[in-house]
Nanobody, 123 residues
């Protein structure tokens, strides 16, 4: 069973950069696709970015394309989300989750959700 723990969130100013991390324990992530999602109060959780098992394919929501980069370090069993040019509308709780198919596409089922890390972007 994979346990995922997000970290690295915080309060930043608009235009700043931030990197959030998703560390896994209990199982290697090597065969899993991984995804980042975010949620604001009163709204459904939304897809942000994902990466396949090899790191060779990545997918992004239109709202973050060109600003966010997902990456993985299987030696550290960790997935990252580098967020640049942050905007107030990026404020949310960010969650990572695992895709057992390995494809890492936005529409595949994700599970083993972490507890989330809060990112707040001030104007």
């Amino acid at each position: 069973q994979v346990q995922l723990v997000e970290s690295g969130g915080g309060l930043v100013q608009a235009g700043d950069s931030l990197r959030v991390s998703c560390a896994a324990s209990g199982h290697s992530l090597r065969t899993f696709g991984m995804g980042w999602f975010r949620q604001v109060p009163g709204k459904e959780r939304a897809f942000v970015a994902s990466i396949n098992w090899s790191g060779g394919s990545t997918y992004y929501a239109d709202s973050v394309k060109g600003r966010f980069t997902i990456s993985r370090d299987d030696l550290k069993n960790t997935v990252y989300l580098q967020m640049n040019s942050l905007k107030p509308e990026d404020t949310a709780v960010y969650y990572c989750a695992a895709d057992r198919t390995g494809w890492g596409k936005p529409q595949v089922p994700y599970d083993n959700w972490g507890q989330g890390t809060q990112v707040t972007v001030a104007t």
